[in-house]
């Protein structure tokens, strides 16, 4: 199948493959109508195999997993009524659109609050860090929402920190992770 990976795309990418290269492309499917092809359009594409933050990854979910960081009986129920939802990302990032669209359309009622934090790169951590303490510190949220677009392993890296987890972990107000595609899994996400 013929694969198109268009310039827009392709400046995004940390690792441009060379021939024989093995890589896991994310595509959605197309029609090129003046061929009669069939086509695969690459929204995302990276090396293949477990690179060094793929196993750290995988260590650190092992690690909170043995510690029951994960396990369904420690997490807070979400509120069945919530009237203050608390969003904590970056305030120029599409997923706060998506967040407050989402919220408007199908609970136009509900007050939002939004904690601005940087998502990704130097920095990061202690911004979702810092965000998160004052949302839980000002407790004027039933709920909070700790979200971000999809990426690479290395671009939702500070959603895999140990710290991050931990703060989730401890909090007294039920947290949702939103981080990533459906097939973007973090540590956020399971600790959450």
Do not use: M, W
């Not at 994960?70 to 970056?90: C, E, M, N, Y």
Request: proline letters at 5%.
């Amino acid at each position: 199948v013929r694969c198109a990976l268009f310039r827009n795309k392709r400046q995004l990418l940390r690792h441009v493959p060379a021939d024989g290269d093995q890589v896991l492309a994310r595509a959605r499917v197309s029609f090129y109508e003046p061929r009669g092809e069939f086509q695969l359009i690459i929204e995302h594409l990276e090396p293949a195999g477990a690179g060094s933050a793929q196993r750290a990854f995988e260590a650190l979910k092992r690690k909170l997993q043995a510690e029951g960081l994960f396990d369904t009986q420690r997490k807070r129920p979400l509120p069945a009524f919530p009237t203050r939802v608390g969003v904590i990302t970056s305030p120029s990032g599409a997923a706060v659109r998506d967040v407050l669209q989402v919220l408007r359309r199908r609970a136009p009622h509900l007050a939002v609050t939004v904690y601005p934090a940087q998502v990704q790169g130097q920095g990061a951590v202690d911004s979702l860090l810092e965000a998160l303490r004052t949302a839980l510190d000002r407790r004027d949220c039933d709920v909070l929402v700790l979200t971000r677009g999809g990426g690479s392993i290395e671009d939702l890296a500070a959603f895999n920190d140990e710290q991050l987890a931990r703060l989730i972990a401890a909090a007294t107000i039920p947290i949702v992770s939103a981080v990533g595609h459906e097939i973007d899994f973090s540590i956020s996400d399971f600790v959450a």
